[in-house]
């Protein structure tokens, strides 16, 4: 089971640079936790995210 509510916002990290949504597929990968915020929109309009991230625990990742 992912314990994902035994993570403090300390544990997670800002990934460098703003994202738009259809780029969440090649910034995100298997086996770590996202903090994912609204970041405000690009002179376009385009909503613009902050992501965070943190790894897995290595007995978590046994677990599953």
Known sequence: M???????????RRL?????????????EPNRNYQIEDAG???D???LL???VAE?????REAA
């Open 56 to 60: 897995l625990a290595p007995d978590i």
């Open 16 to 28: 460098p640079g703003l994202y738009r949504r259809w780029e969440l597929t090649e910034v995100c």
């Open 2 to 12: 992912n314990r994902t509510a035994d993570l403090s916002l300390e544990d997670f």
């Open 50 to 52: 902050a992501i965070y």
């Open 45 to 47: 309009g385009t909503p």
């Open 41 to 43: 929109n690009h002179a």
